[in-house]
């Protein structure tokens, strides 16, 4: 063990699977997010692959300190031609003053596939935990063939976040939302069936619409497990079948 050497907080797992395609899971060894902290990915999906991506467990993201920077997340993604990348991670639990910058930017080919999904989660309400001040830039964009398809920003800068979250064209006082993102050339035919998933009364906060190639889901709920519930309802149509990821097991 004397020579053994780890730096930096990301690692990579590749659990073990039956069925098409890679899964790997991403582990921040840390344990969450600290202001300041700065984390950077690439990912690159040549012509024809198929690829899941998703973590170990919920993301956290610590309180800072008034004079803190934000933390700041990038992720770039090429997705090559009839490649298929799957984003399906845990959720993101924003603690109490905690501050992110964080954005995802997607290159894919036309007859590319893409599946986002980022749920956050506003405090730990089980552990009675409330929200006042929240520093948070989360964007995500698109681009396919060249040509800006999504430019999709949370942003939530208050000194008062508890307030701005119960207002009904924010969250309602909710305590988590859902975006879940598909582009790919067969998105728009599954709306009718995600629509009759989204008839199930674990999902009374969802709705989806598809246009442009495209189907977005968007959802609120009162707790990250719920948000998680109503997802598992959702993907098995946007994911033809396939089996949750391997860190989704109950």
């Known amino acids: 063990m ?4 780890q730096e930096g907080c990301c690692r990579l797992l590749f659990p073990r699977i039956a069925g098409p395609g890679m899964e790997t899971a991403t582990v921040n060894i840390s344990g969450g997010i600290a202001a300041g902290d700065r984390i950077e990915g690439r990912l690159a999906c040549g012509e024809g692959t198929d690829l899941l991506m998703t ?10 300190r008034p004079d803190d920077a934000p933390a700041e ?17 845990h959720g993101t639990i924003f603690f109490d003053g905690s501050r992110l910058h964080r954005r995802m930017t997607v290159d894919m080919a036309g007859s590319a596939t893409f ?12 552990s009675g935990e409330k ?6 830039r989360d964007r995500l964009s698109i681009r396919r063939d ?6 999709d920003m949370l942003r939530l800068e208050s000194p008062d976040v508890s307030t701005l979250l119960a207002q009904p064209a924010v969250a309602d006082g909710q305590g988590g939302v859902t975006t879940l993102v ?7 035919d599954l709306l009718p069936d995600v629509r009759m998933r989204l008839a199930a009364p674990e999902c009374a906060g969802f709705a989806a619409s598809a246009w ?6 968007r959802g609120l709920a009162q707790s990250g497990w719920m948000l998680e519930v109503a997802v598992r309802k959702i993907l098995p149509v946007l994911r033809n079948g396939r089996p949750m990821p391997g860190t989704w097991r109950s």
């Open 2 to 5: 004397a020579d053994l050497v």
């Open 115 to 126: 599946m986002f999904l980022e749920s956050r989660i506003f405090g730990r309400r089980g």
């Open 73 to 89: 997340i990038a992720v770039s993604c090429r997705i090559d031609a009839n490649a298929r990348l799957e984003w399906l991670p």
């Open 146 to 151: 060249g040509r800006l398809l999504v430019e």
């Open 182 to 188: 598909l582009v790919s050339p067969q998105a728009m």
């Open 131 to 136: 929200l006042s001040r929240l520093d948070v």
């Open 55 to 64: 973590s170990q467990a919920a993301e956290r993201i610590y309180r800072a």
């Open 212 to 217: 442009n190639g495209m189907l977005v889901v």
